[in-house]
């Protein structure tokens, strides 16, 4: 065997550590989707107290004037709290009750793209000045009659923010995992430097991780009150830096020149952040780029020759530069390189990765490290020679 399939075979996972990996992570999903649940069903209680309050303000029998509204006065005769229902016109000519119209919009079942096209002037924050009362109400009868759409359904306003709410949570899901497992990966990589010299960093961008008390559903917690920031970059003894962004996810850079090293870490963030989506041979002319890693969780066993496949936009070829996966979770059967018949792990698409870690097993918050020393002795390795330490 090869040395790269020696280094890789040991990032393999049982199929007991893959199911407590899967459940350490999940946990943590599930208590960032129950926390967005109960806030969502706390703006759907919101709603009604919201709009209740200009109930007592508004006339729903005068036709004529619900009518410049595109109301019918059919439509709320013998209704009550017509007010939840549809927005009276009141609402659109009073700079006062502006404030409302966006709830209006929320409860109307229109996209957002949808809503900026058809109903320009009602998605503005505040009541347009320069634009007269029969263009407003002309908007707000358009509106009307997605609202009297939604009331012929049979649902209530305060449904459909919690519609609407739980769209949101679940299509934040595969975000927010990746933030979970970035945040890990910046765990493993501070402990991994801190190791390799104990003033290895000189200056941090961003929230330096703990190195204890890190599991999945710890880091949530440290991230759900929304003041703190994940760590973004490591600036290094060595002058080199460590960026955590996106497309890569992890970037070991240095400034090409004597001189020219970084005073910050925000100093190199900002620089690869500007730098990252331009062509390579532009970036290499200002930039050493000594690794590129990609973190990925993939907790679905069965989809990892998929997986396997993604990366950045360049091979390490094109990149000219050394790439690095750090994933969970990776089975033995995948990474095993004497395993018959297909072995994408070590296939023409994989070629993109000189090195490949078990994200896990690096993270270490449960004693993972210690039980995979071997495995964590050559991220170390690979970290030093990456960083110059």
């Given at each position: 065997?090869?040395?790269?399939?020696?280094?890789?075979?040991?990032?393999?996972?049982?199929?007991?550590?893959?199911?407590?990996?899967?459940?350490?992570?999940?946990?943590?999903?599930?208590?960032?989707?129950?926390?967005?649940?109960?806030?969502?069903?706390?703006?759907?209680?919101?709603?009604?107290?919201?709009?209740?309050?200009?109930?007592?303000?508004?006339?729903?029998?005068?036709?004529?004037?619900?009518?410049?509204?595109?109301?019918?006065?059919?439509?709320?005769?013998?209704?009550?709290?017509?007010?939840?229902?549809?927005?009276?016109?009141?609402?659109?000519?009073?700079?006062?009750?502006?404030?409302?119209?966006?709830?209006?919009?929320?409860?109307?079942?229109?996209?957002?793209?949808?809503?900026?096209?058809?109903?320009p002037n009602l998605t503005r924050r505040r009541r347009p000045t320069d634009v007269p009362d029969y263009r407003l109400l002309a908007e707000a009868s358009v509106l009307n009659r997605y609202l009297h759409l939604v009331r012929n359904s049979g649902l209530t306003g305060d449904r459909i923010i919690q519609y609407q709410g739980d769209l949101k949570t679940h299509g934040r899901g595969q975000n927010?995992?990746?933030?979970?497992?970035?945040?890990?990966?910046?765990v493993a990589i501070l402990a991994g430097l801190r190791e390799i010299s104990t003033d290895?960093?000189?200056?941090?961008?961003?929230?330096e991780p703990p190195l204890s008390g890190n599991?999945?559903?710890?880091?949530?917690?440290?991230?759900?009150?929304?003041?703190?920031?994940?760590?973004?970059?490591?600036?290094?003894?060595?002058?080199?830096?460590?960026v955590f962004s996106a497309d890569p996810d992890v970037a070991i850079i240095s400034r090409i020149g004597g001189g020219r090293s970084y005073n910050t870490a925000k100093e190199a963030y900002d620089e690869?952040?500007?730098?990252?989506?331009?062509?390579?041979?532009?970036?290499?002319s200002i930039l050493h780029q000594a690794a590129?890693?990609?973190?990925?969780?993939?907790l679905d066993p069965s989809n990892l020759h998929?997986?396997?496949?993604?990366g950045s936009r360049e091979n390490r070829i094109e990149a000219g530069s050394k790439r690095f996966l750090m994933m969970a979770v990776l089975t033995e059967d995948i990474l095993d390189p004497e395993r018959p018949g297909r072995r994408a792990i070590y296939g023409r698409d994989a070629q993109r990765f000189e090195d490949i870690f078990n994200l896990?097993?690096?993270?270490?918050?449960?004693?993972?490290?210690?039980?995979?020393?071997?495995h964590w002795e050559d991220f170390k390795t690979a970290l030093q020679r990456w960083t110059g330490l």
């Open positions: 065997m090869s040395s790269f399939e020696v280094r890789a075979k040991r990032a393999a996972m049982s199929d007991a550590e893959i199911k407590k990996f899967v459940s350490d992570f999940t946990e943590a999903l599930v208590e960032l989707a129950l926390r967005e649940t109960y806030n969502i069903d706390q703006n759907a209680r919101g709603f009604g107290v919201e709009l209740d309050s200009v109930a007592d303000s508004l006339d729903w029998s005068d036709s004529s004037s619900l009518s410049a509204a595109g109301i019918d006065v059919l439509w709320v005769t013998g209704v009550d709290d017509p007010h939840r229902i549809y927005m009276h016109p009141d609402i659109v000519t009073s700079r006062e009750r502006w404030k409302h119209v966006s709830t209006y919009l929320q409860i109307s079942m229109v996209s957002d793209k949808s809503v900026r096209l058809l109903l927010q995992s990746g933030q979970i497992g970035a945040a890990g990966a910046s290895a960093i000189r200056d941090i961008y961003g929230t599991s999945p559903s710890d880091l949530v917690r440290l991230m759900s009150p929304g003041d703190y920031e994940i760590a973004k970059c490591y600036l290094l003894s060595s002058d080199r830096a460590v690869w952040s500007m730098l990252k989506r331009q062509p390579v041979e532009n970036r290499r590129l890693g990609e973190v990925k969780t993939a998929e997986r396997l496949a993604l896990y097993f690096l993270w270490g918050y449960d004693g993972a490290r210690g039980e995979h020393h071997q």
